[in-house]
C-alpha cells in the first residue's frame, strides 16, 4: 500500500471525499430540520445563507451605508497581516541571532522557551488594560500569540546548519554579518514562510477572540454580533469566508515559497 502511486485525477477526487460527505450530511439534516420547521434557524438552507450572505456583500447598511462584508474582511486582514508581520520579522531576527551566535543563544533562549508556554489568551485582558481597546492590543495579541513559537522554530533551523558550510565560509574571509546574509539567511527562508503558513490558523483564533471582546467592525465581531440572534445563516457563511481567506493565503504562501527557493520544493517541481 506505501507503494502504490496516485494519479492526479484520483488525488483530486479522494480529497473532495471528505467535502462532499460533509455537505450532503448538512443537507440531509438541513432538509429534514426544515421539513419540521421552515423557521428553523439552527440549519438555514444554502439558499438562505446566499441570500443572506450576498445581501452583508452588496446591500449598504442602512445607518453607515457600508457594505459589511468588505468593512469586516478589511478590518480583520489589516490586523491579521499586521500581527503575522510583526511575528515574522521578530522570528527572523531573533531566530537568526538566537540560532548563530552563541551569547545571545544564552541570553534569550531560556527567555523565549518560557515565553512559549504562556497561554496568549490568558494574556488578552492584560493588554487591553495596558493598551486599551484599540488596534494596538488586538496587533499585538497576535504578535505575541505566534511569534515565541516562530522564534524557536528558525532558531533551531539555524542551529541544523551544517558546521561545514560555516567553516568553508568562515575560510573564505567570510564574516559573522556576511555569513548571516550570504548563508543563514537563505537556508531559513523556506522555513520561514512555513512558520507563517503554520502561524496562520493559531492568528485567526487571536484576531476572532479579539474582535469577539472589543471591536466595532470586523469578522470575528459579526459572528459574535449576530450570534446573539441564532443567525445562522450569517455565522456559517462568514466561517467558509474565513476558510477561504485563509485557504488562498496559504496558497499564496507556497507559490512565494517555490518562487524564491525552489531548492527546498524539489517534489512540487517534478
Known amino acids: 500500500m506505501i507503494n502504490a502511486k496516485v494519479s492526479r485525477g484520483s ?7 471528505p467535502f462532499l460527505f460533509v455537505a450532503i450530511v448538512y443537507l440531509i439534516a438541513s432538509a429534514q430540520r426544515l421539513a419540521v420547521n421552515p423557521s428553523d434557524k439552527l440549519l438555514p438552507s444554502p439558499a438562505q445563507m446566499w441570500s443572506a450572505f450576498l445581501d452583508l456583500a452588496t446591500v449598504p447598511d442602512r445607518r453607515s451605508g457600508d457594505l459589511i462584508l468588505w468593512v469586516d474582511t478589511y478590518a480583520s486582514l489589516l490586523r491579521l497581516f499586521a500581527g503575522v ?9 531573533l531566530g537568526i541571532a538566537i540560532g548563530f551566535i552563541p551569547r545571545v543563544r544564552a541570553f534569550l533562549l531560556p527567555f523565549v522557551t518560557v515565553v512559549c508556554v504562556i497561554p496568549p489568551l490568558a494574556l488578552l485582558p492584560i493588554l487591553f488594560i495596558a493598551l486599551g481597546l484599540g488596534e494596538t492590543a488586538k496587533i499585538t495579541l497576535i504578535a505575541v500569540g505566534v511569534a515565541p513559537v516562530m522564534v524557536r522554530d528558525i532558531a533551531n533551523r539555524v542551529m541544523e546548519l551544517p558546521s561545514e558550510l560555516v567553516a568553508k565560509a568562515q ?79 496559504d496558497w499564496l504562501l507556497v507559490r512565494l515559497s517555490q518562487a524564491m527557493s525552489p531548492w527546498a520544493h524539489p517534489l512540487e517541481a517534478r
Open 85 to 93: 508581520g510583526v511575528a515574522t520579522f521578530a522570528a527572523l531576527s
Open 171 to 249: 575560510t573564505l574571509g567570510g564574516n559573522s554579518w556576511t555569513m548571516v546574509l550570504r548563508l543563514v539567511l537563505p537556508q531559513v527562508m523556506p522555513r520561514l514562510i512555513t512558520c507563517v503558513r503554520l502561524a496562520l490558523g493559531p492568528a485567526w483564533l487571536f484576531l476572532i477572540a479579539a474582535e469577539a471582546i472589543a471591536s466595532t467592525e470586523g469578522l470575528g465581531y459579526r459572528i459574535f454580533l449576530v450570534r446573539r440572534y441564532l443567525s445562522m445563516d450569517v455565522i456559517l457563511p462568514y466561517v467558509a469566508w474565513i476558510t477561504l481567506l485563509a485557504v488562498i493565503t
Open 11 to 17: 488525488a483530486l477526487f479522494l480529497g473532495g471525499l
